[in-house]
């Protein structure tokens, strides 16, 4: 039996609205800072209800492309709007909690055992990717490549085979749900001073402590709009 005959997929009214967006963008040369239209008259010129276009814009939101200011319109985050498709939207939000109750159960062990088993290697390794990360925000970046060296430096001082082999396994999963939370408004500044909290406990040889400040760090990062977000009709 062929399965290409399945019944097509039928697209939300504002997953249109998007793709109408994105043309906008594109043909009016928009850049990061500009301003959209107000809700009401891109309801208007598309044609379209005013919740539809409110639906889109929330997607955006999610996506980090927008930022929607309270009382003070919609703004462009970036150059283009280049936008996920929602399935994949869905996909990854189905997904996203057990990663994260993947990474706090593991990452907590794992910063409770780098305070008691660190070296002085380890420690020079967690304190370059702080720094890598502090340069990346502070070019306007949102410090991904730096959080992912600092999680890998905290797993190497570990010193655990077996635990390493575990975070190795779920990497994907890990790189998603560090993408998703480092794109939240104010977070890669947050997340940076939540890191050094950690090394700081790891520093002081401090097992307990480092535990506990990786454990809220981690549940920071399960904080993500993409988990309030309903795809809708």
């Not at 283009?80 to 997904?95: A, I, N, Q, W, Y």
């Not at 959080?147 to 635990?163: E, I, K, P």
């Not at 090394?199 to 506990?212: M, N, S, V």
């Amino acid at each position: 039996m062929t399965d290409a005959l399945r019944p097509m997929p039928r697209q939300r009214l504002y997953e249109q609205v998007l793709d109408r967006l994105r043309q906008y963008v594109t043909e009016g040369g928009l850049r990061a800072g500009d301003r959209l239209p107000p809700e009401r008259d891109l309801a208007r010129r598309l044609g379209v209800s005013r919740a539809s276009v409110k639906q889109a814009i929330v997607v955006l939101e999610v996506q980090g492309l927008v930022e929607a200011r309270h009382g003070g319109g919609t703004y462009l985050v970036r150059d283009s709007l280049d936008v996920e498709p929602v399935e994949e939207m869905v996909e990854r939000r189905r997904r996203l909690p057990d990663v994260l109750e993947a990474r706090e159960a593991l990452e907590t062990k794992l910063a409770e055992l780098a305070a008691e088993r660190r070296t002085d290697d380890d420690l020079a390794a967690l304190r370059s990717a702080l720094d890598v990360m502090a340069r990346e925000i502070g070019q306007g970046g949102h410090g991904v490549e730096g959080d992912r060296l600092f999680h890998a430096a905290v797993t190497a001082a570990a010193h655990s085979s077996l635990l390493a082999e575990f975070m190795r396994s779920i990497a994907p999963q890990i790189a998603e749900s560090r993408t998703e939370s480092l794109r939240q408004p104010a977070r890669p500044a947050r997340s940076l001073a939540q890191h050094r909290a950690i090394l700081e406990a790891i520093t002081a040889a401090d097992p307990r402590r480092a535990a506990t400040a990786m454990r809220r760090h981690v549940r920071t990062v399960a904080k993500v709009r993409l988990l309030d977000w309903e795809p809708g009709d």
